[in-house]
């Protein structure tokens, strides 16, 4: 399994929406979200987002991801008004419907947006390194995926139907628009570049990086995964701090803690079996790591959780 796979094997969006937003005339919207996801389709016409001081354009067949925002703004591309209308009210309970926006003129614009929940712990490292808008120019082709025409189907099937496993359908149909935007955006940085994303492709790093992922709990050390990744131990440790900004066993110690974060979430194993699922000896040393990191034990950790879900 190559290093991005391995990389989002416990990233998994769940809770996704999705919306019919059709444009006519002099229209305009803004959405304010927290830690949620969102995608565009366009399917017909064009429009300008902006996330931030960051804006681009939009045409028919492209596909629009905002990674990390928490509010962005939508308009018609010979908007002429002032402010944003706030749409956030008017998405409650619009699901899978379609949405009006503007008052009157010709349908210029018919969008589907997509917006997912996701796991934060799991999924911080990457969306700390995303542009606010991937892919981050219009010109790019890759913006305009094959895939796009079996996603159009598959929504248009899910939305006309209540079947089971709709839910289940739709949260792996996003995670599928998620790799492949991320997928493009990987293989798109130039090889200088200070985004440690850089070593999902690194011919040597991505072979380590997979091993990691792959098997955190066993006893790694810097000579073991230079001898995976075909290096020697010293070259191995400056090339890895050089692309991904730490040395190697940090990554791996932070990858670890992480891990072990969704496994107490998840509470489907015991902190004794986490303990040995993440790699640590005994479970006062995975405890006092974890506390570093958390300022609670797992224990407190995994209550504080329950107890959020209760609420």
């Known amino acids: 399994m190559d290093a991005l796979s391995m990389l989002l094997e416990n990233v998994q969006l769940c809770e996704t929406r999705y919306y019919c937003l059709e444009g006519t005339g002099d229209w305009s919207y803004s959405i304010t979200r927290k830690d949620t996801i969102l995608f565009y ?12 001081e960051v804006s681009r354009k939009a045409h028919t067949g492209d596909m629009i991801m905002i990674p990390n925002a928490y509010r962005h703004v939508c308009y018609a591309l010979d908007y002429h008004g002032r402010e944003a209308k706030a749409l956030d009210d008017q998405l409650l309970g619009a699901e899978a419907k379609t949405v009006k926006l503007g008052e009157s003129g010709e349908l210029n614009s018919c969008l589907i947006l997509i917006e997912c929940q996701y796991d934060k712990e799991m999924i911080r490292p990457l969306l700390s390194v995303l542009p606010p808008i991937l892919p981050e120019h219009e010109d790019q082709p890759e913006s305009r995926f094959d895939v796009l025409d079996v996603g159009t189907k598959l929504l248009t099937l899910e939305s006309a139907q209540e079947r089971i496993g709709k839910t289940a359908v739709i949260n792996h149909w996003a995670s599928i ?12 940085l130039p090889e200088a ?3 440690w994303l850089q070593a999902m ?6 072979k380590a990086l997979t091993a990691m992922h792959d098997a955190p709990n066993r006893n790694w050390t810097i000579y073991k995964l230079a001898e995976v990744a075909g290096m020697s ?4 440790a400056q090339r890895f701090k050089d692309i991904v900004g730490m040395p190697p066993l940090t990554y791996l110690i932070d990858y670890r803690l992480r891990l072990a974060a969704r496994y107490l979430r998840l509470q489907q194993n015991s902190i004794s079996r986490i ?15 974890f506390k570093r990191v958390y300022g609670v034990s797992p224990k407190i950790y995994r ?5 959020q879900l209760i609420a």
């Open 201 to 206: 492709k690194d011919p040597y790093l991505a």
């Open 177 to 188: 628009m998620m790799i492949e935007c991320l997928r493009t955006y990987i293989e798109s």
């Open 41 to 52: 389709w366009v399917m017909s016409g064009n429009f300008c987002i902006s996330v931030g």
């Open 193 to 195: 570049t200070d985004n």
């Open 233 to 236: 131990r010293s070259s191995f």
């Open 275 to 289: 303990s040995e699922l993440v790699g640590y000896a005994s479970d006062s040393t995975f405890s006092q790591a």
């Open 303 to 307: 209550q504080q959780y329950q107890n």
